[in-house]
């Protein structure tokens, strides 16, 4: 249960108040999540969705505000925060700080359709478009920069082959990306995995859970997309599916020849990153509350794909 702080419908009542939304109808704490408490919150005039954050650095919110009043403004399928009567959007609410949200409709897709799979990619590729000219800063925190420290933290759980294969890895990512000429930057989402959208059918209505975004290579969320969204059980690619998005992304953006050149080892990059977080709140972090950890061995199985079979063929793209 994602309620870590219980709120009455009268807290509510008294925050509503501060902002242009209608008066409280009801109030329903959502189940879902991780690390956020999070309520749907009706009104006498729309449905919304009141986050408090329970963890993470709370200096760095201010970021995710501008971050997404700048891609709401930009028509981009967010649900920006609402602002209150005096155009303040964070506030402090059970001593914990607080969003509200318009509550978008719709569904994550659990085996995303080729449809489904078109929109995620042009949206990604409308967003990265516009998202190199956001203002805002804040350093990609799960980047080269980070797995080179934290890797050691593991390689004592795991067996003599997986420690190998590790820090075989990281050695590579310090070579390949050491060299590399800069990849094109902006701000990212950072966790765009296919549950952290929302779709009515085939139609994308919204992109979510922004609390990992970040500024950096745009080449990384791509791949981050790659590996869940066209990714079998097994760890292999789907060519439809990776096609299908690429090929939507593409014509929105296209990748430069050094994007080109980085993407098999940014897609191998990003799988270790996601190994490796597994992995630390598995046997070096758990997490604050009584929850159950996402399993590590899903993207050990992705890297080594990655690793064994390279990657398919970038789509060529007509502009």
Partial sequence: MAVFTP?????????????????????????AGTENTTFFVTTDRRG????LFEQGEHAELPFFVELLDYLDEHRLPVAGPLHDRHGIALHSLAGKPSLLFPRLLG?????????????????????????????????????????????????????????ALMKDEVESYQGFFGDAPDLPCGALHGDLFRDNTLFEGDELRGIIDFYNGCTGDLLFDLAIVINDWATDADGSLDAERHDTLLRAYLARRPLTPGERDAWPMMLRMTALRYW???????????????????????FRRILLARIDHDTLPLPEVRT
């Fill in 48 to 51: 919304l969705v009141l986050t």
């Fill in 107 to 163: 569904k994550y897709p659990k085996a995303p359709n080729l449809a489904q799979c078109q929109a995620l990619g042009d949206a990604l590729g409308r967003m990265h478009r516009v998202s190199r000219h956001f203002p805002g800063s804040r350093p990609n925190p799960r980047d080269l920069h980070w797995l080179l420290p934290m890797h050691h933290k593991v390689l004592v759980y795991l067996s003599p082959d997986d420690q």
């Fill in 7 to 31: 709120l009455s419908d009268a807290q509510v009542a008294e925050f509503l108040e501060g902002f242009d939304a209608g008066s409280l109808i009801s109030l329903e704490g959502v189940a």
């Fill in 276 to 298: 490796l977080s597994r992995l630390l709140v598995v046997y070096v972090d758990p997490p604050a509350h009584d929850l159950t950890p996402h399993d590590p061995e899903q």
